[in-house]
């Protein structure tokens, strides 16, 4: 029962796709009347440029994407000069911004967050300033970051974990602040000294919660990188969505944009699958 | 005073108050005391402050006025010498049975190496039969299990006396007589100090030595104390024959019914000694505990 809705699901996920491929084929076929009026001054323009001819067919056809996605994903590590690299080594770059951004986050907003959600009084203190910085596009802190850490890179990594860490920490205080009265009772009875209390009680009683700002905070980072090395330059996928949109390469911008998609999805899969793991059934 | 094991003095207990006005009391002028080995049950309509009491003596929460001693020393916080059972059994969904009780354990003997834990934990889980289910998470177990883990991870502590909040109120009647005969098994067979918070009437008598009978709140009092007269071999399959038994429960009944509300809303003398009953024998007051 289950499996046949699952293969049902799949069957019509394929055809949705099959679908939308036909129709974007279909919408994108070459119009006789336009290729007919392309004549002229134009095609001589044409040709000055070069290759234009071939670009100004304009949105590319699934095929030419078809063709960016089989050069791009044979050859995922080449790297021949700082324009021109591999989309494996580019999306290393952008995983490697974000993972650090977010991991300095982790370590800043976890025990940040433990020390809010203990204290009322400072939950109480501190949220008007949460409050504030927490709607701020992370991306209007780079002027900021670029003239104090004078390094786009560093830039970059700041910006990601200015984004990250709100909801961690927001979350992480949350969960502390609401562990259940009779758990924290049983460790109270039971004379536990407040770092074991911390970790054994206070910690997996949080996990969910905290597990579940985890995975807000990384799917905002991993948005925000995009934009981020847009602005920033030099290497990772939005500087390369960047160049190729320069090279007026769609087909590649397009490739690009469905390999962000997929590593997205693959780091919310797995933080998913970390938040089953700490999540408990009470 | 000195010879009783636990001594309550003159607890009260006011919650403060919103705006300008001033709460009555929920109880106050609180006496009573418990001997060593003697098993205590309370009862009282809902808000009369058990809890409370029974959070004062754990050292969860502080009383507003009096003092608690345990063993002739002052009870301030929460301490290793009381284990509590907790209404709503309160264990660790997160840890399997056994994890919730070598924690508390672990807790008390931090030294122990890991196969004495093991061991200890496994002894305390089968007296309350539940050898089969150490790998267990909570959550897998019925009502009546979780609530046997309570009373292991309380017991595994070697408490110097134990504290049960309404253990089995969340419970149906079947599982709750099986669990009530276990307790009173193993009651009987360690003379553990028990105080127990409970709605009801039958369970009280069947295993307690004495029952504290508590008044409506506000200026909640203890109204009297009742000596359950009959031997402490009791069975729950007897102890309906026993002609004492429905004296008592009567007693018992009509205190619930009708005279818990006389004295709500009427303060508590200083001096107040609630009479220690005997139903159906001789009524001595007021109580010479």
């Known amino acids: 029962m289950m499996r046949s809705e699952r293969a049902k699901a799949a069957l019509i996920s394929v055809l949705l796709f099959l679908v939308f491929v036909g129709v974007w084929h279909i919408a994108t076929l070459p119009k006789e009347s336009a290729m007919a009026a392309t004549s002229g001054a134009d095609a001589e323009y044409a040709a000055l440029m070069g290759k234009g001819a071939e670009k100004s067919g304009g949105f590319p056809a699934p095929a030419q994407v078809g063709k960016a996605f089989v050069t791009y994903l044979s050859d995922p590590f080449y790297d021949r000069g700082p324009n021109d690299k591999g989309i494996a080594i580019q999306l290393g770059h ?189 | 005073m000195a010879a009783h094991f636990l001594v309550i003095e003159n607890l009260g207990k006011t919650y403060p108050a919103t705006g300008s006005a001033t709460n009555p009391p929920v109880f106050e002028n609180i006496c009573f005391a418990i001997e060593k080995g003697e098993f205590v049950c309370i009862i009282g309509h809902s808000g009369c402050g058990k809890t409370t009491i029974l959070n004062v003596i754990a050292g969860l929460e502080d009383a507003t006025a009096g003092n608690v001693f345990m063993d002739g020393r002052e009870v301030k916080g929460p301490s290793l010498d009381r284990g509590v059972v907790f209404q709503s059994h309160a264990l660790m969904p997160w840890m399997s049975v056994f994890s919730n009780v070598a924690f508390a354990v672990r807790s008390k003997w931090p030294d122990w190496p890991k196969h004495q834990i093991e061991s200890h934990c496994r002894e305390y889980l089968e007296m309350v039969g539940l050898g089969h289910a150490l790998q267990k998470k909570p959550a897998e177990l019925s009502g009546g299990m979780k609530q046997r883990v309570g009373i292991a991870r309380a017991y595994a502590i070697q408490p110097k006396m134990l504290l049960l909040d309404e253990p089995f109120g969340a419970l149906d009647a079947l599982t709750r007589g099986t669990i009530q005969d276990e307790l009173l098994k193993i009651v009987q067979a360690t003379r553990q100090t028990v105080f127990m918070i409970t709605h009801d009437v039958d369970e009280a008598i069947l295993l307690a030595d004495k029952i504290v009978l508590m008044s409506n709140g506000p200026y909640a009092r203890i109204a009297e104390i009742v000596e359950v007269t009959m031997p402490r071999t009791r069975t729950r399959a007897e102890i309906h024959h026993d002609p004492q038994y429905y004296r008592i429960r009567n007693h018992l009944v009509d205190f619930l019914v009708n005279r818990s509300q006389h004295f709500a809303g009427i303060p508590t003398a200083n001096d107040w000694k609630p009479p220690l009953v005997r139903p159906g024998l001789t009524v001595s007051s007021p109580a010479s505990m």
């Open chain 1, 94 to 282: 952008s995983l490697a911004r974000v993972g650090l951004g977010f991991l300095l986050a982790v370590l800043v907003a976890l025990p940040a967050g433990f020390t809010i959600g203990m204290s009322p009084l400072l939950m109480r203190a501190l949220d008007p300033f949460i409050q504030v910085l927490k709607p701020i596009s992370p991306l209007a802190w780079m002027p900021l970051a670029l003239y104090t850490l004078k390094d786009s890179s560093i830039s970059g990594i700041f910006v990601i974990f200015v984004c990250s860490i709100w909801p961690m920490l927001i979350n992480t205080a949350f969960g502390v602040a609401s562990v259940r009265r009779d758990w924290l009772n049983v460790a109270r009875t039971l004379e536990v000294k407040p770092l074991r209390k911390a970790f054994m009680v206070i910690l997996p009683a949080a996990a969910p919660t905290i597990l579940t700002g985890m995975r807000i905070s990384m799917g905002i980072a991993w948005l925000v990188i995009v934009a981020a090395e847009m602005l920033v330059g030099g290497t990772g996928i939005g500087y390369f969505v960047w160049n190729e949109w320069n090279n007026l390469a769609l087909p590649n911008v397009i490739f690009a944009i469905t390999m962000i998609g997929i590593v997205g999805m693959a780091l919310d899969g797995l933080f998913g699958r970390l938040q089953k793991l700490v999540t408990y059934r009470e």
